[in-house]
């Protein structure tokens, strides 16, 4: 993991909160998928979908307890079935294992359904630079690969693009006619270049959103059917998956497929379900000759092994809790700086990369548990965040990174302040005289010292109130007694 680069969270989301046009973005668009999501529910009985929730959790929770037996049951059925599994300890094996693959059957171009892990292992610069063109073919991760940018959410890559902004792209790489306007045009357009790659293509890359150990299948669950070209058309097929997407059997996948379209776009099912258990067998029309099946860890064993965090893998990358987080909302999915965006990627890409690359990530975040509420699989996230936080300032083990002096002495202080209210009320007082020049109408727009002038240089600072809660509530008592 020592070649994971990431952004900085804190300049990079002071960029996007002066970004206006992220900002006017941002503010249109991200409840749209937090109403379909509740109609979804709403449709299925809220009774219901807790149900499937707590079923959801509990085949995590028992998958990840037995995942040795699981993953070897896994293995056998994909060599059962004619297909090969690999196992790879980190993104430099899992691209060498994908690399060693093409250069055997010589693939010129791979075709690639939307998968997170080979963003995570940076797999397109790694093919690119052994001579294989990948070409990503989910129409979001088609833009921005054109784009040369990082996804901007989970299911959605290429939601921060407006028509304008992908018409001038397709007119600056030569996709289409010049100057299209319309998004039919532009998908048209999308789809007439990628079909010629889908044909040409001599392999084909997908994710997994489930491996099944039963039968040693891979769910794929798309909208475009994208996901069915790459999987059926060229000879050579390699599915990437992190080790936690397994579950034991067919009708545990059923639950999660109830659950990821509903929580992720508010749909009943999604429109396309690839299942793909081996290569093609004698009489199949298509499909591939040959199957390789490559399991990554990639830090996946260092959550297990945590208590505290090992809940991280019961994610199912649905984006709902991204949806649903104030500091989303405003600061979006590039200012993350990695992979996995939001607060789960709070979360995953600290303990991924190392807490020393994203030691910033688990303060990104209010803790109003918004995140939890909308969670599929009720991953506790507050509580993860929360945990990494202490390991941030205890300097622990996990990257060995310390809280600087001055956010030591700033907590400290805060602790001595909130254990003393007598001294609490002068420094009331006192801060009420030293707003006196800045503050208007209850709030503070631009606070001329350091650190609320670094809030204030993107939000307002509520003043503090001309009479402390404390003696409001002092005076109800009394009025009641
Ligand atoms: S943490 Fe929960 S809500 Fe967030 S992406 Fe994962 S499954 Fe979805």
Redesign the pocket.
Known sequence: MAGVKMREFRRASARALADDKLQSFLGRSMGTFDGAREEAIEELSRQRWDELRERGRAIKRHTLDNLDYYLDMLCDRVSQNGGHTHFAKDSDEARRIVGEIARARGAKLAIKSKSMVSEEMELNPFLESMGVEPVETDLGEYIIQLAGEAPFH?IAPAMHKSKEDVGELFEKKGIGLPNLKEIEAMADAARVALRGKLIAADMGITGANFMVAETGTVALVTNEGNGRFCTSVPRTLVSIAGMEKIVPCLEDLAVFMRLLPR?ATGQRISSYVTHVSGPRRPGDEDGPEEFHLVIVDNGRSNLLEDPDLREAL?????????NACPVYRKVGGHAYGWVYP???GAVVSPALAGLDKGKELPYASSLCGA?KD????K?N?PHMLLKLRSSVAEGAERGGTKASLGERLAVKGYGWLMSRPRALSMARRLGRWMQWPVARRGLIRRAPVPPFSRWTRSRDLPALAPRPFRDLWRRELAEEE
């Open positions: 989970i929580a019961y994610c199912i990358r649905c984006g709902a809790c991204l939001g607060p789960i995140c909308v969670c599929p699989i991953i996230i």
